[in-house]
């Protein structure tokens, strides 16, 4: 195969492949919201065939020798970028057969619904068994795809390349020296920040009219949607169809704001990406961790500031006047900082929050290093919230089961989790050195934020890695320092802790 021929080829591909991706993206989406829970099964035998056909697609042999023509000739910066993902890709896939790829796609679709069941249920039991065998196919599945290396390691580096174990240990070193410390001490002055009204009765539908003024103030508007889920995510169908997803908790209203917030940093990612990367590999996230990042940098270092309420807050009062009428602005600043030990990570404060994903961190990495066996997980699960965060946990559905990423075999997800949030703080950090962030929010001009992230960050997609970006917006690599900083000086301050 000649060059001309192959770029031929490969440009068909790519048609292809995206076309079937963005259809499975949306039928994902529709099984997460709307779909109807009694035809799972009849919906899951057709995705699991498509997963088959994709798979066809994704190991078409006219594509695999493209890509070998392509892989020794300089195209220029972007076609040789986007080269290095399918080839990097298809190093992956082809290592199984189909019939191993549907097994293990089934696995998975069939844990999300035992998962589903159990939680609803409160039953760890129903869903034990699919965890087991998942974490079996994970481990054989690693083993085949780098048997060199480490098989939580060959995880770690699925979500954010070249982070392992040994990378992520300095790391989760500091959370566990510096934050745990201050969360006892936290713990013991929970009754001095008053968040007690955020925990009135807050009717869904108003709360979704809200919901309408905040996306308007974020300007998600015309390539985005918001549905309605149990756990809020993120889907980027196209860049200018980005799907978000919240629940309604009416009994706590920051939790409904701050996923809305979160969700729609994740969904600026995938929008502001440059035009110029449409229907290329190029135009996605370079990491989880990164994506973490954007989410995490509203949600927390902008949407928890008092700057950003100035304009917001009198029209929250205006929908909840009953609730929110007599709380000054700065006292619904401490609410939604306060801190404080509790059972669910998504709807954790900044300083806890860490902690909930070391937990993760750890049982997963003794999962896969042998050192913690598959039964019984609940029990670790509950001991390790008594002892990191000092909290009982009276059943497995606010327990082990609250999170969807074990069912669907994302181990070596969780640690981007925390590593987002440092890295959100490192640009925090950066930004506020170069403008006045204050002074844009209190202005009402949230566009300058939303620039800021686009032009660090967003625009190159996966053009570059994650430590060049990080390098480039900050003039150094990762440095968990910023964020230790950040937490125990917000912390201390609010807590009147010396
Ligand atoms: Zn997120």
């Not at 009204?197 to 003024?213: G, N, V």
């Not at 954007?294 to 950003?308: D, H, M, P, T, V």
């Not at 703080?425 to 950066?430: G, R, V």
């Not at 844009?440 to 967003?458: D, S």
């Amino acid at each position: 195969m000649n060059k001309e021929e192959a770029l031929r080829k490969y440009e068909e591909w790519r048609k292809k492949i995206n076309a079937y991706n963005a259809v499975m993206n949306l039928a994902y989406f529709d099984k997460e919201t709307v779909a109807p829970r009694d035809a799972a099964d009849k919906r899951n035998e057709v995705l699991n065939y498509m997963s088959g056909e994709i798979y066809d697609i994704e190991t078409d042999p006219e594509l695999i020798k493209a890509v070998e023509c392509l892989k020794n000739e300089d195209l220029g910066e972007l076609l040789n970028r986007e080269i290095y993902f399918v080839s990097k890709s298809l190093d992956d896939v082809t290592k199984f057969t189909k019939e191993e790829t549907m097994e293990y796609q089934k696995a998975c679709l069939d844990a999300w619904e035992t998962w589903y069941k159990g939680k609803k249920d409160n039953d760890y039991s129903v869903f034990a068994p699919s965890l087991k065998k998942l974490i079996e196919l994970q481990k054989y599945r690693c083993s085949k795809r780098n048997p060199d290396k480490k098989a939580y390691d060959v995880l770690l580096d699925d979500f954010e390349e070249s982070m392992s174990v040994d990378k992520y240990e300095p790391f989760f070193k500091l959370i566990k020296e510096e934050i745990i410390p201050l969360i006892k001490i936290v713990n013991t002055k929970r009754d001095e920040v008053d968040n007690s009204f955020l925990h009135k009765y807050y009717p869904a539908d108003i709360q979704r009219k809200f919901a309408k003024d905040l996306l308007h103030y974020l300007h998600f508007e015309g390539w985005g949607y918001m549905g309605e889920t149990e756990h809020p995510f993120t889907d980027g169908i196209f860049r200018d169809d980005v799907r978000i997803t919240t629940r309604y908790d009416e009994h706590n209203i920051a939790s409904t704001i701050f996923s809305i917030i979160h969700e729609t940093g994740h969904a600026y990612y995938e929008h502001q990406i440059d035009p110029k990367y449409d229907g290329s590999p190029v135009c996605m996230y370079i990491s989880s961790g990164m994506h973490e990042s954007q989410s995490r940098f509203l949600e927390n270092y902008i949407g928890r500031s008092k700057a950003f309420w100035v304009n917001l807050y009198p029209v929250l009062q205006s929908y909840f006047h009953e609730n929110l009428g007599d709380v000054s602005l700065d006292d619904f600043i401490r609410g939604i900082n306060a801190s404080g030990s509790s059972l669910i990570r998504t709807e954790a404060d900044e300083l806890t929050y860490p902690v909930h994903i070391l937990i993760r961190y750890e049982i997963e990495k003794g999962i896969f290093d042998g050192s913690i066996s598959t039964d019984n997980l609940n029990v670790v699960w509950n001991e390790m919230y008594k002892k990191y965060l000092d909290i009982d946990v009276p059943g497995d559905d606010v327990g082990i089961l609250q999170d969807v990423h074990w069912s669907n075999s994302s181990f070596g997800y969780f640690p981007t989790y925390a590593l987002g949030s440092a890295i959100g703080a490192q640009l925090y950090k950066t930004m506020c050195e170069k403008m006045d962030v204050n002074k844009c929010l209190t202005e009402g001009n949230f566009m300058a934020v939303e620039e800021y992230l686009k032009e660090n960050v967003q625009y190159d997609g996966a053009m570059h890695d994650y430590n060049y970006i990080l390098k480039r917006a900050t003039g150094e690599e990762f440095n968990p320092s910023y964020y230790i900083d950040y937490l125990k000086n917000k912390y201390k301050e609010l807590y009147n802790i010396k």
